[in-house]
Protein backbone atom coordinates (compact mmCIF):
# COMPACT_ATOMS: atom_id res chain seq x y z
CA UNK A 1 0.00 0.00 0.00
CA UNK A 2 3.00 2.59 1.08
CA UNK A 3 4.54 1.71 -2.57
CA UNK A 4 1.57 2.50 -4.24
CA UNK A 5 1.11 5.62 -2.23
CA UNK A 6 4.71 6.70 -2.92
CA UNK A 7 4.38 5.76 -6.70
CA UNK A 8 1.25 7.51 -7.34
CA UNK A 9 2.75 10.39 -5.27
CA UNK A 10 5.62 10.46 -7.82
CA UNK A 11 3.67 10.35 -10.66
CA UNK A 12 1.15 13.39 -9.50
CA UNK A 13 4.19 15.52 -8.73
CA UNK A 14 6.19 14.65 -11.96
CA UNK A 15 2.73 15.99 -13.93
CA UNK A 16 2.70 18.82 -11.36
CA UNK A 17 6.81 20.06 -12.67
CA UNK A 18 5.92 19.97 -16.33
CA UNK A 19 2.37 21.46 -16.21
CA UNK A 20 4.76 24.39 -14.07
CA UNK A 21 7.28 24.21 -17.21
CA UNK A 22 4.57 23.85 -19.52
CA UNK A 23 2.95 27.06 -17.95
CA UNK A 24 6.13 29.13 -18.15
CA UNK A 25 7.46 28.16 -21.91
CA UNK A 26 3.58 29.35 -22.81
CA UNK A 27 3.90 32.77 -20.93
CA UNK A 28 7.64 33.40 -22.34
CA UNK A 29 7.07 32.63 -25.87
CA UNK A 30 4.09 34.78 -26.31
CA UNK A 31 6.01 37.30 -24.06
CA UNK A 32 8.53 36.89 -26.55
CA UNK A 33 6.53 36.46 -29.68
CA UNK A 34 4.95 39.91 -28.37
CA UNK A 35 8.42 41.67 -28.70
CA UNK A 36 8.44 44.03 -32.00
CA UNK A 37 11.39 43.25 -34.74
CA UNK A 38 14.37 45.22 -33.98
CA UNK A 39 14.05 48.73 -35.85
CA UNK A 40 16.78 50.62 -36.61
CA UNK A 41 16.35 54.13 -37.65
CA UNK A 42 18.08 56.57 -39.51
CA UNK A 43 20.85 58.60 -37.78
CA UNK A 44 21.36 56.16 -35.16
CA UNK A 45 24.52 55.51 -32.75
CA UNK A 46 25.27 52.27 -31.87
CA UNK A 47 25.42 52.59 -27.77
CA UNK A 48 28.09 49.79 -26.24
CA UNK A 49 27.96 49.06 -22.82
CA UNK A 50 28.68 45.68 -21.45
CA UNK A 51 26.28 44.66 -18.64
CA UNK A 52 27.48 40.81 -18.48
CA UNK A 53 31.01 39.22 -18.48
CA UNK A 54 32.59 38.34 -22.10
CA UNK A 55 32.85 35.12 -23.36
CA UNK A 56 34.25 33.96 -26.64
CA UNK A 57 31.34 32.22 -27.81
CA UNK A 58 28.31 32.60 -25.31
CA UNK A 59 25.53 29.74 -24.99
CA UNK A 60 23.31 32.62 -23.25
CA UNK A 61 20.16 33.37 -25.97
CA UNK A 62 18.15 36.32 -24.64
CA UNK A 63 14.87 34.93 -27.24
CA UNK A 64 15.10 31.83 -25.30
CA UNK A 65 13.50 32.18 -21.95
CA UNK A 66 14.93 29.32 -20.37
CA UNK A 67 18.29 30.88 -20.83
CA UNK A 68 17.04 33.33 -17.70
CA UNK A 69 17.54 30.36 -15.59
CA UNK A 70 21.72 30.57 -15.85
CA UNK A 71 24.44 33.19 -15.54
CA UNK A 72 24.34 35.54 -18.87
CA UNK A 73 27.06 36.63 -20.51
CA UNK A 74 27.90 38.19 -24.03
CA UNK A 75 29.45 35.99 -26.83
CA UNK A 76 32.90 37.92 -28.42
CA UNK A 77 32.06 36.81 -31.58
CA UNK A 78 28.73 38.42 -31.58
CA UNK A 79 29.80 41.61 -30.35
CA UNK A 80 32.30 41.62 -33.02
CA UNK A 81 29.91 40.92 -35.72
CA UNK A 82 27.53 43.52 -34.91
CA UNK A 83 30.75 45.69 -35.25
CA UNK A 84 31.32 44.67 -38.45
CA UNK A 85 27.58 44.50 -39.56
CA UNK A 86 27.37 48.44 -38.51
CA UNK A 87 30.46 49.41 -40.29
CA UNK A 88 28.21 49.03 -43.75
CA UNK A 89 24.65 49.88 -42.31
CA UNK A 90 24.36 53.37 -43.50
CA UNK A 91 21.39 53.95 -40.79
CA UNK A 92 24.60 53.47 -38.33
CA UNK A 93 26.46 57.06 -37.74
CA UNK A 94 28.85 55.88 -34.98
CA UNK A 95 29.50 54.39 -32.02
CA UNK A 96 29.26 55.77 -28.59
CA UNK A 97 31.23 53.87 -25.77
CA UNK A 98 29.26 53.86 -22.87
CA UNK A 99 29.98 53.35 -19.21
CA UNK A 100 31.95 49.85 -20.11
CA UNK A 101 32.88 48.16 -17.07
CA UNK A 102 34.68 45.47 -18.98
CA UNK A 103 34.58 42.15 -17.59
CA UNK A 104 36.66 40.68 -20.22
CA UNK A 105 40.53 39.70 -20.66
CA UNK A 106 42.98 41.46 -22.08
CA UNK A 107 43.42 39.71 -25.36
CA UNK A 108 39.45 40.47 -25.82
CA UNK A 109 39.53 43.58 -24.74
CA UNK A 110 42.32 44.12 -28.09
CA UNK A 111 40.17 42.20 -30.03
CA UNK A 112 37.29 44.85 -29.44
CA UNK A 113 39.28 47.84 -29.47
CA UNK A 114 40.53 46.19 -33.23
CA UNK A 115 36.93 45.94 -34.48
CA UNK A 116 36.40 49.28 -33.54
CA UNK A 117 39.34 50.35 -35.05
CA UNK A 118 38.42 48.74 -38.31
CA UNK A 119 35.06 50.29 -37.60
CA UNK A 120 36.39 53.67 -37.47
CA UNK A 121 38.17 53.29 -41.56
CA UNK A 122 34.12 53.02 -42.98
CA UNK A 123 34.42 57.13 -41.70
CA UNK A 124 32.42 56.75 -38.83
CA UNK A 125 33.10 57.95 -35.86
CA UNK A 126 33.59 56.69 -32.24
CA UNK A 127 33.17 58.76 -29.30
CA UNK A 128 33.18 57.41 -25.76
CA UNK A 129 31.98 58.45 -22.46
CA UNK A 130 31.81 57.95 -18.80
CA UNK A 131 31.67 58.42 -15.18
CA UNK A 132 34.83 56.79 -13.78
CA UNK A 133 37.07 54.64 -16.08
CA UNK A 134 39.01 51.81 -14.44
CA UNK A 135 42.29 51.07 -16.18
CA UNK A 136 40.78 48.27 -18.72
CA UNK A 137 38.03 50.19 -19.89
CA UNK A 138 40.24 53.12 -20.62
CA UNK A 139 42.22 50.69 -23.10
CA UNK A 140 38.98 49.86 -24.96
CA UNK A 141 37.84 53.59 -25.05
CA UNK A 142 41.11 55.44 -26.00
CA UNK A 143 40.71 53.66 -29.66
CA UNK A 144 37.95 56.17 -30.09
CA UNK A 145 38.08 59.52 -31.46
CA UNK A 146 37.19 61.33 -28.88
CA UNK A 147 36.88 60.22 -24.67
CA UNK A 148 34.93 62.15 -22.34
CA UNK A 149 34.54 61.98 -18.63
CA UNK A 150 31.85 63.70 -15.67
CA UNK A 151 33.33 66.43 -13.97
CA UNK A 152 33.35 64.71 -10.84
CA UNK A 153 35.09 61.58 -11.97
CA UNK A 154 37.83 59.51 -11.90
CA UNK A 155 40.37 57.88 -14.46
CA UNK A 156 42.52 54.94 -13.19
CA UNK A 157 45.43 54.92 -14.74
CA UNK A 158 48.62 52.98 -12.32
CA UNK A 159 50.53 50.10 -14.34
CA UNK A 160 49.78 46.30 -13.77
CA UNK A 161 50.53 44.56 -10.26
CA UNK A 162 50.07 41.08 -8.99
CA UNK A 163 49.43 39.74 -5.66
CA UNK A 164 50.33 35.87 -4.34
CA UNK A 165 48.78 34.86 -1.01
CA UNK A 166 51.28 31.82 0.44
CA UNK A 167 49.81 29.32 3.23
CA UNK A 168 52.44 27.28 4.68
CA UNK A 169 52.17 29.01 7.98
CA UNK A 170 48.86 28.82 7.62
CA UNK A 171 48.33 25.21 7.19
CA UNK A 172 51.08 24.09 9.47
CA UNK A 173 48.65 25.85 12.32
CA UNK A 174 45.57 24.59 11.49
CA UNK A 175 46.70 21.20 10.34
CA UNK A 176 44.69 21.74 6.76
CA UNK A 177 47.82 21.02 3.65
CA UNK A 178 47.95 20.63 0.59
CA UNK A 179 50.46 17.62 -0.62
CA UNK A 180 51.53 19.00 -3.82
CA UNK A 181 53.81 17.00 -6.66
CA UNK A 182 54.83 19.25 -9.74
CA UNK A 183 57.16 18.90 -12.32
CA UNK A 184 58.72 22.68 -13.11
CA UNK A 185 59.90 25.20 -11.05
CA UNK A 186 57.36 27.93 -12.51
CA UNK A 187 54.45 25.82 -11.82
CA UNK A 188 53.61 28.73 -9.79
CA UNK A 189 49.79 27.37 -9.07
CA UNK A 190 51.29 25.24 -6.34
CA UNK A 191 53.76 27.30 -5.07
CA UNK A 192 51.40 29.01 -2.05
CA UNK A 193 51.26 25.29 -0.79
CA UNK A 194 54.73 25.26 -0.70
CA UNK A 195 56.09 28.25 0.91
CA UNK A 196 55.63 31.25 2.47
CA UNK A 197 57.28 33.68 0.11
CA UNK A 198 57.46 33.81 -3.45
CA UNK A 199 60.91 32.27 -5.03
CA UNK A 200 62.81 33.79 -7.35
CA UNK A 201 61.38 32.19 -10.21
CA UNK A 202 58.46 32.84 -9.77
CA UNK A 203 58.84 36.39 -9.08
CA UNK A 204 60.67 36.46 -12.15
CA UNK A 205 58.13 35.02 -14.11
CA UNK A 206 55.26 37.37 -13.02
CA UNK A 207 57.28 40.41 -13.70
CA UNK A 208 58.24 39.50 -16.88
CA UNK A 209 54.93 38.51 -17.97
CA UNK A 210 53.48 42.01 -16.25
CA UNK A 211 55.49 44.00 -17.82
CA UNK A 212 55.05 42.29 -21.32
CA UNK A 213 51.25 43.10 -20.49
CA UNK A 214 51.69 46.73 -19.94
CA UNK A 215 53.94 47.52 -22.48
CA UNK A 216 51.35 46.11 -25.41
CA UNK A 217 48.34 47.94 -23.31
CA UNK A 218 50.84 51.25 -22.78
CA UNK A 219 51.36 51.25 -26.74
CA UNK A 220 48.35 50.43 -27.63
CA UNK A 221 47.30 53.92 -25.82
CA UNK A 222 49.71 55.55 -26.94
CA UNK A 223 49.50 54.61 -30.53
CA UNK A 224 45.88 55.99 -30.22
CA UNK A 225 45.62 58.99 -28.67
CA UNK A 226 49.63 60.42 -30.12
CA UNK A 227 51.60 60.66 -26.48
CA UNK A 228 54.93 58.86 -25.72
CA UNK A 229 55.05 55.36 -23.93
CA UNK A 230 57.55 57.62 -21.59
CA UNK A 231 54.83 59.77 -21.59
CA UNK A 232 52.32 57.13 -20.35
CA UNK A 233 55.00 55.87 -17.99
CA UNK A 234 55.54 58.85 -16.23
CA UNK A 235 51.37 59.35 -15.75
CA UNK A 236 50.89 55.86 -13.98
CA UNK A 237 53.77 56.11 -11.82
CA UNK A 238 52.58 59.70 -10.15
CA UNK A 239 49.10 58.54 -10.81
CA UNK A 240 48.73 61.75 -13.14
CA UNK A 241 45.79 61.58 -14.46
CA UNK A 242 43.30 60.26 -11.68
CA UNK A 243 41.24 63.84 -11.58
CA UNK A 244 39.35 65.05 -14.71
CA UNK A 245 41.19 67.70 -15.29
CA UNK A 246 44.26 66.12 -14.74
CA UNK A 247 43.33 63.45 -16.64
CA UNK A 248 42.46 66.25 -19.97
CA UNK A 249 45.83 68.11 -18.76
CA UNK A 250 47.74 65.00 -19.52
CA UNK A 251 45.90 64.00 -23.00
CA UNK A 252 44.08 61.20 -21.95
CA UNK A 253 40.67 62.54 -22.06
CA UNK A 254 39.44 65.22 -24.80
CA UNK A 255 36.57 66.72 -22.55
CA UNK A 256 34.89 67.11 -19.20
CA UNK A 257 31.06 66.96 -19.68
CA UNK A 258 28.11 65.59 -18.19
CA UNK A 259 25.99 63.27 -19.90
CA UNK A 260 23.65 65.66 -21.50
CA UNK A 261 26.49 67.67 -22.73
CA UNK A 262 28.15 64.39 -24.09
CA UNK A 263 24.71 63.11 -25.90
CA UNK A 264 24.15 66.71 -27.23
CA UNK A 265 27.73 66.36 -28.74
CA UNK A 266 26.74 63.28 -30.54
CA UNK A 267 23.37 64.30 -31.72
CA UNK A 268 25.80 66.88 -33.60
CA UNK A 269 28.25 64.18 -34.80
CA UNK A 270 25.43 62.01 -35.92
CA UNK A 271 23.36 64.54 -37.92
CA UNK A 272 19.88 64.13 -35.83
CA UNK A 273 17.27 66.47 -35.80
CA UNK A 274 15.47 65.40 -32.03
CA UNK A 275 16.66 66.89 -28.39
CA UNK A 276 18.56 63.46 -28.17
CA UNK A 277 20.20 61.38 -30.27
CA UNK A 278 19.05 57.96 -31.73
CA UNK A 279 20.62 55.26 -29.65
CA UNK A 280 20.30 51.67 -30.64
CA UNK A 281 21.76 49.42 -27.64
CA UNK A 282 24.66 46.50 -28.56
CA UNK A 283 22.61 44.00 -27.15
CA UNK A 284 19.45 44.75 -29.85
CA UNK A 285 21.68 45.38 -32.87
CA UNK A 286 23.59 41.98 -31.65
CA UNK A 287 19.65 40.53 -31.84
CA UNK A 288 19.68 42.12 -35.58
CA UNK A 289 22.54 41.39 -36.90
CA UNK A 290 22.49 37.66 -35.74
CA UNK A 291 21.10 36.43 -38.84
CA UNK A 292 23.34 38.60 -41.45
CA UNK A 293 26.63 37.25 -42.76
CA UNK A 294 29.80 39.36 -42.75
CA UNK A 295 31.57 36.02 -44.69
CA UNK A 296 29.80 34.99 -47.86
CA UNK A 297 30.78 32.32 -49.75
CA UNK A 298 30.24 28.48 -51.28
CA UNK A 299 32.52 26.73 -48.81
CA UNK A 300 33.15 26.70 -45.23
CA UNK A 301 35.55 27.26 -42.23
CA UNK A 302 34.77 25.95 -39.01
CA UNK A 303 35.57 27.84 -35.72
CA UNK A 304 35.81 25.93 -32.50
CA UNK A 305 35.39 27.22 -29.60
CA UNK A 306 37.78 26.14 -26.53
CA UNK A 307 36.60 27.56 -23.16
CA UNK A 308 36.91 26.86 -19.74
CA UNK A 309 39.00 24.45 -17.71
CA UNK A 310 39.48 21.18 -19.31
CA UNK A 311 37.84 18.44 -17.29
CA UNK A 312 36.87 14.61 -18.40
CA UNK A 313 33.58 14.46 -19.16
CA UNK A 314 31.30 15.24 -21.83
CA UNK A 315 31.78 19.13 -22.01
CA UNK A 316 29.76 22.24 -22.15
CA UNK A 317 29.45 26.13 -21.86
CA UNK A 318 31.28 26.00 -18.51
CA UNK A 319 33.98 23.49 -19.57
CA UNK A 320 35.90 21.85 -22.29
CA UNK A 321 35.12 18.16 -22.11
CA UNK A 322 36.49 15.29 -24.74
CA UNK A 323 33.09 14.35 -25.40
CA UNK A 324 31.43 17.24 -26.52
CA UNK A 325 34.73 18.33 -28.43
CA UNK A 326 35.89 14.89 -30.19
CA UNK A 327 32.03 15.02 -31.84
CA UNK A 328 32.32 18.11 -33.19
CA UNK A 329 35.56 17.61 -34.65
CA UNK A 330 34.93 14.38 -35.95
CA UNK A 331 31.55 16.17 -37.49
CA UNK A 332 33.82 18.97 -39.02
CA UNK A 333 36.35 16.66 -40.60
CA UNK A 334 33.73 14.44 -41.70
CA UNK A 335 31.83 17.43 -43.40
CA UNK A 336 33.08 17.89 -47.39
CA UNK A 337 31.92 21.72 -47.34
CA UNK A 338 34.06 22.74 -44.53
CA UNK A 339 37.72 23.29 -45.62
CA UNK A 340 39.62 24.59 -42.43
CA UNK A 341 39.66 24.72 -38.90
CA UNK A 342 39.95 27.57 -36.59
CA UNK A 343 40.16 26.63 -32.81
CA UNK A 344 39.81 29.13 -30.73
CA UNK A 345 41.53 28.43 -27.16
CA UNK A 346 40.36 30.22 -24.09
CA UNK A 347 41.76 27.62 -21.06
CA UNK A 348 43.80 28.09 -18.07
CA UNK A 349 44.01 23.81 -18.63
CA UNK A 350 42.99 20.77 -16.51
CA UNK A 351 43.44 17.22 -17.22
CA UNK A 352 46.10 16.50 -19.10
CA UNK A 353 44.29 12.83 -20.62
CA UNK A 354 41.15 15.11 -21.99
CA UNK A 355 43.79 17.37 -23.76
CA UNK A 356 45.96 14.73 -25.22
CA UNK A 357 42.26 13.11 -26.55
CA UNK A 358 41.21 16.18 -28.12
CA UNK A 359 45.01 16.72 -29.27
CA UNK A 360 44.44 13.46 -31.34
CA UNK A 361 41.36 14.49 -33.01
CA UNK A 362 42.88 17.23 -34.36
CA UNK A 363 46.15 15.81 -35.43
CA UNK A 364 43.77 13.19 -37.74
CA UNK A 365 41.59 16.30 -39.05
CA UNK A 366 45.11 18.35 -39.89
CA UNK A 367 45.47 15.06 -42.52
CA UNK A 368 42.62 16.31 -44.42
CA UNK A 369 42.35 19.92 -43.60
CA UNK A 370 44.15 22.79 -41.91
CA UNK A 371 43.70 23.56 -38.89
CA UNK A 372 44.88 26.96 -37.63
CA UNK A 373 44.76 27.81 -33.75
CA UNK A 374 43.90 30.89 -32.20
CA UNK A 375 44.72 31.59 -28.87
CA UNK A 376 42.36 34.40 -26.39
CA UNK A 377 43.21 35.46 -23.53
CA UNK A 378 44.89 32.05 -21.49
CA UNK A 379 46.35 29.23 -23.50
CA UNK A 380 48.06 27.46 -20.69
CA UNK A 381 48.97 24.08 -19.69
CA UNK A 382 46.40 21.68 -21.14
CA UNK A 383 44.95 24.75 -23.22
CA UNK A 384 48.42 24.97 -25.08
CA UNK A 385 48.67 21.39 -25.07
CA UNK A 386 45.23 21.86 -27.70
CA UNK A 387 47.59 24.71 -29.80
CA UNK A 388 49.92 21.93 -30.50
CA UNK A 389 47.28 20.18 -32.72
CA UNK A 390 47.23 22.77 -35.20
CA UNK A 391 49.16 23.97 -38.02
CA UNK A 392 49.62 27.04 -36.99
CA UNK A 393 49.24 28.91 -33.54
CA UNK A 394 48.00 32.69 -33.44
CA UNK A 395 48.37 34.84 -30.31
CA UNK A 396 47.16 38.12 -29.12
CA UNK A 397 50.17 39.64 -27.49
CA UNK A 398 48.48 39.86 -24.62
CA UNK A 399 47.61 35.84 -24.67
CA UNK A 400 48.79 34.20 -21.39
CA UNK A 401 50.72 31.60 -23.33
CA UNK A 402 52.60 28.40 -21.80
CA UNK A 403 52.54 26.88 -18.53
CA UNK A 404 54.03 23.48 -20.13
CA UNK A 405 54.38 21.88 -16.77
CA UNK A 406 52.37 19.47 -14.73
CA UNK A 407 51.37 19.18 -11.45
CA UNK A 408 49.13 16.89 -8.82
CA UNK A 409 47.52 18.53 -5.61
CA UNK A 410 45.84 16.22 -3.08
CA UNK A 411 43.85 17.77 0.48
CA UNK A 412 45.39 16.51 3.65
CA UNK A 413 43.70 16.96 7.05
CA UNK A 414 45.88 14.62 9.51
CA UNK A 415 47.42 17.44 11.59
CA UNK A 416 43.68 18.89 11.96
CA UNK A 417 42.34 15.64 13.40
CA UNK A 418 45.57 14.63 15.47
CA UNK A 419 44.60 17.97 16.80
CA UNK A 420 40.55 17.85 17.45
CA UNK A 421 40.93 14.06 18.48
CA UNK A 422 40.00 12.17 14.96
CA UNK A 423 42.13 8.68 14.33
CA UNK A 424 41.31 7.03 11.57
CA UNK A 425 42.07 3.31 11.37
CA UNK A 426 42.65 1.39 7.57
CA UNK A 427 42.45 -2.76 6.49
CA UNK A 428 42.87 -3.87 3.24
CA UNK A 429 44.00 -6.50 1.28
CA UNK A 430 46.97 -5.24 -0.30
CA UNK A 431 49.33 -2.49 -0.46
CA UNK A 432 47.55 -0.22 -2.35
CA UNK A 433 43.93 -0.87 -1.63
CA UNK A 434 43.96 2.14 0.14
CA UNK A 435 46.11 4.26 -1.97
CA UNK A 436 45.75 7.66 -0.30
CA UNK A 437 43.78 8.50 3.23
CA UNK A 438 42.75 12.28 4.04
CA UNK A 439 43.12 11.42 7.72
CA UNK A 440 46.84 10.37 7.22
CA UNK A 441 50.32 11.67 6.17
CA UNK A 442 50.93 10.99 2.66
CA UNK A 443 52.75 7.98 2.53
CA UNK A 444 56.32 7.95 0.32
CA UNK A 445 55.26 5.00 -2.04
CA UNK A 446 52.39 6.40 -3.36
CA UNK A 447 54.39 9.90 -3.31
CA UNK A 448 56.92 8.12 -5.44
CA UNK A 449 53.82 6.51 -7.54
CA UNK A 450 51.93 10.03 -7.98
CA UNK A 451 56.15 11.45 -8.93
CA UNK A 452 56.10 8.51 -11.54
CA UNK A 453 53.08 9.51 -13.37
CA UNK A 454 53.81 13.74 -13.39
CA UNK A 455 56.93 12.48 -14.54
CA UNK A 456 55.50 10.11 -17.63
CA UNK A 457 52.37 13.30 -18.12
CA UNK A 458 55.49 15.86 -18.31
CA UNK A 459 57.87 13.98 -20.70
CA UNK A 460 54.96 13.40 -23.28
CA UNK A 461 53.82 16.91 -23.22
CA UNK A 462 57.89 18.06 -23.42
CA UNK A 463 57.35 15.27 -26.65
CA UNK A 464 54.21 17.06 -28.01
CA UNK A 465 55.74 20.54 -28.10
CA UNK A 466 58.81 19.55 -29.36
CA UNK A 467 57.26 17.65 -32.44
CA UNK A 468 54.97 20.47 -33.27
CA UNK A 469 57.46 23.57 -32.44
CA UNK A 470 60.39 21.43 -34.55
CA UNK A 471 62.84 21.77 -31.36
CA UNK A 472 64.88 19.54 -29.52
CA UNK A 473 63.37 17.93 -26.18
CA UNK A 474 66.33 20.23 -24.25
CA UNK A 475 65.06 23.10 -26.25
CA UNK A 476 61.54 22.24 -25.37
CA UNK A 477 62.26 21.47 -21.58
CA UNK A 478 64.04 24.66 -21.65
CA UNK A 479 60.76 26.85 -22.55
CA UNK A 480 58.82 24.60 -19.89
CA UNK A 481 59.50 24.60 -16.33
CA UNK A 482 55.44 25.45 -15.93
CA UNK A 483 56.43 29.05 -16.61
CA UNK A 484 53.85 31.24 -18.92
CA UNK A 485 54.55 33.79 -21.43
CA UNK A 486 52.65 36.88 -22.70
CA UNK A 487 51.47 36.17 -26.85
CA UNK A 488 54.30 38.97 -27.78
CA UNK A 489 57.28 36.83 -25.74
CA UNK A 490 55.89 33.39 -26.80
CA UNK A 491 56.29 34.73 -30.41
CA UNK A 492 60.09 35.53 -29.53
CA UNK A 493 60.54 31.94 -27.99
CA UNK A 494 58.94 30.40 -30.63
CA UNK A 495 56.21 28.81 -28.58
CA UNK A 496 53.36 30.53 -31.60
CA UNK A 497 54.07 31.04 -34.92
CA UNK A 498 52.56 34.88 -35.28
CA UNK A 499 50.81 37.74 -33.46
CA UNK A 500 46.95 38.42 -34.61
CA UNK A 501 43.64 37.29 -33.31
CA UNK A 502 40.31 35.95 -34.78
CA UNK A 503 40.42 37.78 -38.62
CA UNK A 504 44.18 36.85 -38.92
CA UNK A 505 43.45 33.01 -38.51
CA UNK A 506 40.57 33.42 -40.23
CA UNK A 507 42.59 35.20 -43.27
CA UNK A 508 45.52 31.92 -42.49
CA UNK A 509 42.91 28.99 -42.89
CA UNK A 510 41.37 30.12 -45.91
CA UNK A 511 44.96 30.87 -47.35
CA UNK A 512 46.28 27.00 -46.48
CA UNK A 513 43.02 25.71 -47.80
CA UNK A 514 43.07 27.58 -51.06
CA UNK A 515 39.69 29.30 -51.02
CA UNK A 516 39.45 32.90 -50.88
CA UNK A 517 35.36 33.43 -50.32
CA UNK A 518 33.59 31.63 -47.38
CA UNK A 519 31.24 31.47 -44.81
CA UNK A 520 31.49 30.27 -40.59
CA UNK A 521 30.25 27.48 -39.39
CA UNK A 522 30.59 27.80 -35.45
CA UNK A 523 31.04 24.50 -33.01
CA UNK A 524 30.34 23.00 -30.83
CA UNK A 525 26.30 23.04 -30.51
CA UNK A 526 25.31 24.39 -26.83
CA UNK A 527 22.28 22.81 -25.50
CA UNK A 528 19.30 25.69 -25.39
CA UNK A 529 18.11 26.72 -22.21
CA UNK A 530 15.34 24.72 -21.63
CA UNK A 531 17.70 21.27 -22.26
CA UNK A 532 19.96 22.41 -19.87
CA UNK A 533 17.25 22.87 -17.41
CA UNK A 534 15.40 19.80 -18.16
CA UNK A 535 19.05 17.76 -17.93
CA UNK A 536 19.61 20.08 -14.13
CA UNK A 537 15.90 18.77 -13.50
CA UNK A 538 17.03 15.43 -14.37
Known sequence: ??????????????????????????????????????????????????????????????????????????????????????????????????????????????????????????????????????????????????????????????????????????????????????????????????????????????????????????????SSRGLSAADLDRIADTLGARKPEMALSAGLVDGVAYLDGYEQKLLRESGGSGKHPEQISLQRYMRYSRNKRVHKGSHEIAVLYAEGDILYGAGGPEYIGQGQMVKAIRKIRDDEDIKALVLRVNSPGGSALTSEIIWRELQLTREEKPVVVSLSDVAASGGYYLALGGDSILAEPGSITGSIGVFATVPNISGLSEKVGINAEQVGTHTFSLEYSFFEPMREDFREILKEGIEDTYQTFLTRVSEARKITLAEADSLAQGRVWSGTEALDKGLIDALGGMPEALDMAADLAGISEYKIQTFPRYKTGLERLMDDLG
Open 1 to 222: MAFLRNFLASILGTLFALGILFFMFVIFAALAGSSDEVRVKKHSVLKLDFPFPIKEHSAFDPEDPFSLFYDPTMGLDEITKALAIAKTDDRITGVSISNPYLIAGIAQTKALRDALKDFRESGKFVYAYADFYLQKDYYLSSIADSIFINPVGSLDFKGLAAEVLYFADFQDKTGLKMEVVRHGKYKSAVEPFLSNEMSAENREQISSLIRSLWENMRDGIA
